[in-house]
């Protein structure tokens, strides 16, 4: 069975950092492309950043480039995301999302780590 | 970057009744990369349509997706209790993933 189980979330001031970590089992980790993405109380899906499966093709959203470094570590079946300089307006749950081969869409999801900003 | 619409912005039905939700691009997206989830309270997305049109492992055959170009549609024939949720159009294209705002269905 596919897990994802994300971890780090918390309450930060502004201008600070953070680290998520996303913890996978139940497949071939590093066979496969993964993501970060967000969503404010209330809100739609904001897609935040992706890795390959090699860490050799990387994305960001405008939104956090400069700011986010999203990595992975295959030998542990991890995934990243530093966060720095962090607003007000990053306030979100964050979801760790496993892309599917060659289809682009994301056929799984943890339940989220809660990332709240403000002093 | 790629502007995803969905309309309505909420729907309001019956269960039994057939829904239509919209999702309307700003350019022409590959239909290939064109997918639909189904977002529950309290619940993580889940993956319902990949390939504009191809049903993710274990969907009812009641959830359809259908379109190309600028414009998908996807279509839940016959409404059933559990398919109460909002819904989500996503695309990939340019190195880069964009979703719709979502669409609200609620029970009339």
């Known amino acids: 069975e596919v897990q994802l189980v994300e971890s780090g979330g918390g309450l930060v001031q502004p201008g600070r950092s953070l680290r998520l970590s996303c913890a996978a089992s139940g497949f071939t980790f590093d066979d496969y492309a993964m993501h970060w993405v967000r969503q404010a109380p209330g809100k739609g899906l904001e897609w935040v950043s992706s890795i390959s499966w090699n860490s050799g093709n990387i994305g960001y959203a405008d939104s956090v480039k400069g700011r986010f470094t999203i990595s992975r570590d295959n030998a542990k079946n991890s995934l990243y995301l530093q966060m720095n300089s962090l607003r007000p307006e990053d306030t979100a749950l964050y979801y760790c999302?496993?892309?599917?081969?060659?289809?682009?869409?994301?056929?799984?999801w943890g339940q989220g780590t809660l990332v709240t900003v403000s002093s | 970057e790629i502007v995803l619409t969905q309309s309505p912005g909420t729907l309001s039905l019956s269960p039994g009744a057939r829904a239509t939700l919209s999702c309307r691009a700003s350019q022409s997206v590959n239909s290939r990369y064109l997918i639909w989830y189904q977002q529950k309270p309290g619940q993580a997305p889940r993956l319902l349509i990949y390939?504009?049109?191809s049903r993710a492992p274990g969907i009812p055959d009641r959830f359809s997706g259908s379109g190309s170009g600028t414009d998908f549609t996807l279509t839940i024939s016959r409404l059933e209790p559990e398919d109460f949720a909002v819904y989500f159009c996503q695309q990939y294209g340019s190195s880069l993933y964009t979703f719709g705002q979502g669409t609200k269905l609620e029970i009339k």
């Open positions: 999302a496993k892309e599917s081969l060659v289809k682009r869409d994301f056929d799984y």
């Open positions: 390939g504009a049109s």
